[in-house]
């Protein structure tokens, strides 16, 4: 075995082994983390509920409270004791009475005839009970915190099970170094103040591979030891009941393939039938309990609505009904997924994307994964064969978001990072060659901390305005993903996204919308005009409903003389503009990338060598902003 990763032999001479570096890294978390979790005022900190906090948050309030999974007007009064704006994004869907039932040849292989439940003084949470379930028993003794301490001991378990396995196969100082990058030098941290399944997913997705894949890399224990069952078919069993509960939390679970696979490949013909069974029964009974408790198995499906401002029982008026809009997951939108329009141009982005985007991408807020991929592929020949299988099962989880989810993938306009990877990025732990150097394992470090340290240092702040993580930094130089233009963190700040353009009163240009990164511009002005910020440069996303053959971009100097780059698509002009003096730029518009098959989009940026403030030059004004040049955007059909 030699220095270098990815040149490991199949079976790597094993490491003396030592606990006290592992549990080192255990107590600093722990300490950390779990004094934060006892000592935050956490509905102060969060600064209110966001995205899907809320369901989650009453699940396991009601759950430790109630002993029950019933919405009812008790469960929303207890929400305003913590949280004055109430339950903002709560999901809620109405019971059903089971009449009949049966089996049927496609999914989900069986049909079941209700009827609407006649109690009409309770609903049901729309999401996954099994995430509240596991935190229940900790928010009832330490109440909402109890979240974040069950939080606290799922990154220590995580840490654990890391060093553990990357030990088996490496030095204990560069294994606890790797192990502490894989959750220190990325998002991980941020969703550790979630009220959300996403660190819960992490875990188990990482501690079902620990239990299968453990006993490849370490030689057996004696016998009286406490760890013996992780090379006994108990293994592989822990494994498939953990990943049927990850089925139940965020499906669809593909990372259990690839173990069946192995067995079946080892001819443990038993095993793999015994394996694959229990994974579906675990996972099927859940599914089962949740038609048991709301009448449907889907708990994202039927009558199911978002309730934002007015919440049922929250007044005597206040109903079910007080939302139009269903939000219920019963059928695959095919025909949008699968449009051939679009499939493959959105399929080829959105893996480039994953891995370099700026909002989501692998390489900015999961380096580690990318760390271990790269030590993978840098000598895949050699790689023993359940990795092959591990990357594979990693690959299957986030081709099927990337696929099923092509405008969404993300995890929704709230997210920091990718949230929907969480259930995949424990996988690869897994992939990491074994490494002797400790400059080596340091590499996650750098690079991660180098996207990752502001968020890891404030994650309320982070998760609170998602929006302004990637206005400035290293965040700012990757590309933006342009399949999740509805879907994006600055979409959180209505000043900054759909503003309207063009459409002047004194002409007939079209109508436009535009999407501000940062804030370097300083907003609409009343002739549909904005400023950029001096010394700074200005990104925005163009959106129309239909082609169109130019941009013109008016600048306009202040009382300072300026140099003016402006680009559009990659493509770039420069003027410069002495006091005063207005310029027209025109851009050949292209194609544009077509979001959703349908908009056409344009990434464009305006940037200012200087600026001014307004005080400064006129005694009667009180405009205290720092300006560079103001820009008038209009479309030519």
């Not at 030689?219 to 498939?240: E, F, K, Q």
């Not at 098959?597 to 060598?609: E, K, L, Q, R, Y």
Request: hydrophobic fraction near 50%; aromatic fraction near 14%.
């Amino acid at each position: 075995m030699t220095d270098r990763i990815g040149t490991e032999t199949l079976a790597p001479a094993a490491p003396r082994r030592t606990l006290a570096p592992g549990l080192l890294l255990v107590a600093v978390i722990l300490s950390t983390y779990g004094g934060l979790a006892l000592s935050v005022d956490f509905p102060r900190a969060a600064m209110g509920i966001h995205s899907d906090e809320a369901t989650y948050y009453m699940m396991g309030h009601s759950l430790a409270k109630d002993g029950d999974l019933t919405y009812r007007r008790d469960d929303l009064v207890r929400v305003w004791r913590e949280f004055p704006g109430g339950p903002s994004g709560l999901f809620l869907k109405r019971g059903e009475d089971i009449l009949d039932a049966g089996l049927m040849l496609r999914p989900p292989f069986f049909w079941t005839r209700t009827q609407p439940d006649p109690d009409t003084s309770r609903y049901f949470y729309g999401k996954s009970f099994i995430y509240p379930l596991f935190a229940s028993p900790f928010v009832a003794v330490f109440g909402t915190n109890g979240f974040l301490v069950f939080h606290a001991l799922l990154l220590a378990l995580i840490a654990w099970c890391s060093y553990l396995f990357l030990h088996a196969r490496m030095p204990a100082d560069v294994s606890a170094l790797l192990a502490g990058a894989f959750l220190l030098a990325s998002v991980v941290p941020v969703y550790f103040v979630w009220i959300s399944p996403e660190l819960f997913n992490l875990t188990l997705g990482l501690v079902a591979y620990f239990c299968w894949l453990y006993k490849e890399v370490a030689p057996a224990p004696l016998a009286a030891s406490r760890m013996r069952w992780l090379w006994t078919a108990r293994s592989d069993l822990v494994a498939a009941v953990i990943l049927g509960i990850a089925m139940f939390s965020k499906p669809p679970a593909l990372p259990f393939v690839p173990i069946a696979v192995w067995l079946l490949w080892r001819r443990q013909w038993a095993r793999a039938v015994v394996t694959s069974v229990l994974f579906l029964v675990v996972s099927a009974g859940l599914f089962a309990t949740n038609m048991a408790i709301t009448g449907g198995w889907n708990y994202q499906g039927g009558d199911r609505k978002t309730f934002h401002w007015e919440f049922p029982f929250q007044t005597a008026s206040a109903g079910f009904d007080v939302v139009e809009k269903q939000h219920g997951r019963d059928e695959a939108l095919t025909d949008v997924i699968f449009d051939p329009a679009v499939f493959w141009t959105n399929l080829a982005n959105n893996v480039k994307w994953f891995f370099i985007g700026r909002h989501a991408g692998l390489v900015a807020y999961f380096f580690p994964a990318v760390f271990a991929l790269a030590g993978y592929l840098a000598a895949v020949h050699r790689r023993p064969r359940w990795q092959h299988l591990v990357l594979a099962g990693a690959a299957a989880q986030i081709l099927f978001f990337i696929i099923v989810t092509p405008y969404t993938w993300n995890g929704g306009g709230g997210s920091v990072g990718n949230r929907y990877f969480m259930s995949a990025y424990g996988l690869f732990v897994f992939l990491v060659p074994a490494v002797t150097r400790v400059w080596v394992a340091i590499v996650p470090w750098v690079v991660g901390g180098i996207f990752m340290a502001p968020l890891v240092l404030n994650p309320f702040t982070a998760s609170f305005r998602p929006g302004d993580n990637a206005k400035s930094g290293p965040l700012r130089l990757l590309p933006v993903e342009l399949t999740t233009v509805y879907d994006w963190p600055i979409n959180t700040e209505p000043g900054r996204t759909r503003i309207w353009f063009g459409n002047h009163p004194e002409g007939t240009s079209p109508g436009f919308q535009i999407y501000f990164f940062d804030d370097n511009a300083h907003g609409a002005e009343a002739d549909r005009s904005f400023w950029v910020r001096g010394e700074s440069r200005a990104e925005f996303l163009i959106k129309t409903d239909r082609p169109m053959k130019r941009l013109v971009l008016t600048v306009t100097a202040g009382p300072v003389a300026t140099d003016v780059r402006m680009t559009l698509a990659g493509r770039s002009q420069e003027v410069s503009l002495q006091p005063g003096e207005s310029r027209k730029v025109l851009f050949a518009m292209g194609d544009g990338f077509p979001y959703q098959g349908i908009w056409p989009v344009w990434v464009a940026s305006v940037s200012s060598s200087a600026g001014f403030t307004p005080i400064f030059f006129d005694d009667a004004s009180t405009d205290t902003r720092y300006l560079g040049v103001r820009v008038k955007p209009t479309l030519v059909e």
